[in-house]
């Protein structure tokens, strides 16, 4: 059963725009933070972002900083990802994952991915 379903990947124009969504059981969205790592072909697979429990706090990647937001619905479980002027360099699988810890080095739950293609 799997415990992260990401949802809302898909092929976007450069400039475009898209909303990923991760749905969470409860137990796993009520106890850890939240975040999104990407890995595009040839290579390794790299944090994007995270956000906390409460979501008052939130951490993102320099390269994608003032064009991704990352929030979270504690009520549907669920988290998302905002993306906004989407760059060819964005075209990766994005995951969301699950950690306890505030760093968010080591995500203990994974989903199974979805594609962002972003054509130039």
């Known amino acids: 059963q799997a415990q992260l379903v990401e949802s809302g990947g898909g092929l976007v124009q450069a400039g475009g725009s898209l909303r990923l969504s991760c749905a969470a059981s409860?137990?796993?969205?009520?106890?850890?933070?939240m975040g999104w790592f990407r890995q595009a072909p040839g290579k390794e697979r790299e944090f994007v972002s995270h956000i906390n429990l409460s979501g008052s706090i939130t951490y993102y990647t320099d390269s994608v900083k003032g064009r991704f937001t990352i929030s979270r619905d504690n009520a549907k479980n669920t988290v998302y990802l905002q993306m906004n002027s989407l760059k060819p360099e964005d075209t990766a699988v994005y995951y969301c994952?699950?950690?306890?810890?505030?760093?968010?080095?080591?995500?203990?739950?994974w989903g199974q991915g979805t594609q962002v293609t972003v054509s130039s």
């Open positions: 409860r137990r796993i969205f009520s106890t850890y933070n």
């Open positions: 994952a699950a950690d306890r810890s505030r760093a968010f080095t080591t995500p203990i739950y």
